[in-house]
């Protein structure tokens, strides 16, 4: 699926059965008064779990889900990308060969993250999609 017939994470919870139509509604409303991205409010708020989305947003976009079997924590990684860079594009690295870099990253259709991230690290990008449980835990155990 080219990116720019990504369709929006709403419409996909909706087309996979996962929200009605008003329930978005009503989460969009609620997520504007928000700092939050759409699905970090609408697992808050308890419409979707975390892994829910990302076994949506994995499927609909055939993008290869974090699993923490297949990833063990390398904490060398830690210093190819800096914790403030980490945080800033919510991204933890995973595996580093010569010339890919694989990250697991709550939104892994984020371009502006992933050209910053191939711009600091020289390195092209693979991406993979996680909760923000996982970002988080990874995080913590990297830094």
Avoid: W
């Avoid at 980490?86 to 939104?107: I, W």
């Amino acid at each position: 699926m080219a990116i720019k017939d990504k369709k929006r994470l709403g419409e996909m919870l909706i087309d996979g059965g996962l929200l009605t139509s008003s329930q978005l509604e009503e989460a969009v409303k609620g997520h504007k008064k928000t700092k939050l991205k759409l699905g970090q409010f609408l697992v808050r708020e308890g419409y979707v779990s975390g892994s829910q989305v990302v076994d949506l947003v994995s499927v609909q976009l055939n993008i290869e889900k974090y699993r923490p079997d297949k990833y063990p924590i390398d904490i060398e990684l830690g210093k190819v990308i800096p914790v403030e860079v980490a945080t800033k594009y919510q991204v933890a690295p995973l595996v580093r060969s010569r010339f890919l870099l694989t990250v697991a990253m709550v939104d892994p259709m984020d371009i502006a993250a992933l050209d910053a991230l191939e711009v600091y690290t020289n390195t092209e990008i693979y991406s993979v999609i996680c909760t923000y449980q996982h970002l988080n835990h990874l995080v913590c155990s990297l830094y």
